[in-house]
């Protein structure tokens, strides 16, 4: 078990770290051996794959990682030792999710431990990418190389990723403001409308009773209809975390939805040449860096098709542009670059060309999918309040016109 300490030495200065200890009696022990009047002892670690969460920090963020990797880069460019390095940026960071992780970096370099294996404990932080990356530049010799294309990886990441969410923000809130209104009338104003119609003795045309049914239904029902619908969102989220076949499944329908569909693949091809670019760029072996890019896409045929292309292309003697050739996943002008930059012996460069443009077809795309979503979406609550408003509306005008 892990714990972080703050303890004073003789001269009255404060030092801080991270040591194994089965209990807080055997940090007390270890402390006192070294000179150091404990001021502080708390355990600290891992949960379930990720840092431990501060209540107020939080946990380490994509922001967190870019600048962690452009300093980092920017220290070893200038010929700063890893350890200093590290130990500033100890210093530089009030984020305490932030400065644990760095003082476990810390301690696993006073130890000899290898720089990536910090990074490998919290694959739900740090990706396959990034570790497998530090891994790579620490035995070659050109972590500020792999530093330095990490931090811009990264960054057009984040760029993406919020690129997305600012195209999706107003559709969303869109979508759950419909949802509530309609629950709104359907459960608690359509109800009362009808039970006022149904006790007056007044005989409604066809198309009211059958809205006022519904609203009858939903007002004797409701409770039970929510509460149902609250534990079949619970069991699909289980389900979806931890069933492969399930997920799959889900996410076959949800990528082949008109429009989704294209913007989902242009994602997809974009993650996987950035991804393979910085993988080859670090020097790993391309049928590695190709399982380890399967892994981070969540396009179930991407995925699948670049195992083969691993497995079944290049391990069996293809070269990269005829592995690629096999599959049609992949739009041919993206097989075709792969092949021309794979006898031009730089495809690292041209999958990073590839990745640069597929991001912004992607804001295209992502436009194009706003521009449908908006008008059908008003359409849909529009339809539903209208086809409401004229099952009340039809009755009162047929009572006026009665006297």
Known sequence: MQFRYIASQQDGKIVENNVEANDVQEVLTMLAGQGLRPVSVKPFGEKKGGLKRDIFGGGISLTDQVFISKYLALML????????????????FSKPSVRSFLLEVKSNLEKGAPFYTAFARYPKVFSQVYVNSIKAGEASGSLENIFENLAQTLSKEKMLRDQIKSALFYPI?????????????VMFALPKIAKVFSESGFEPPLFSKVVFSVGFFFGNFGGIILAVGAVLA??????????????????SILFNLPLVKEVVKKVSIQRFAATLSSLIKAGMPIT?????????????E???ALIRISREGIAKGLTVGEAFR???FFPKTVVNLIAISERAGHIEEVLQTLADFYTSEIDSSLKTLVAFLEPLMLMGIGLIIGGIALAIVIPIYQLTVQF
């Open 326 to 328: 096999r599959e049609p």
């Open 288 to 300: 590695d860096a190709l399982e380890i890019t399967a892994d981070s896409i969540t396009q179930i």
């Open 302 to 304: 991407m995925k699948e």
């Open 173 to 185: 809130i869109l979508l759950a403001a419909s949802v509530l209104i309609l629950i709104f009338l």
């Open 234 to 251: 619970i069991v699909f989220v289980f389900l979806y975390k931890t069933s492969f076949v399930f997920k799959k499944f889900v996410l």
């Open 77 to 92: 460019k200038i010929g700063t030792g890893l350890l200093q390095a590290i130990n500033i940026l100890i210093d530089d």
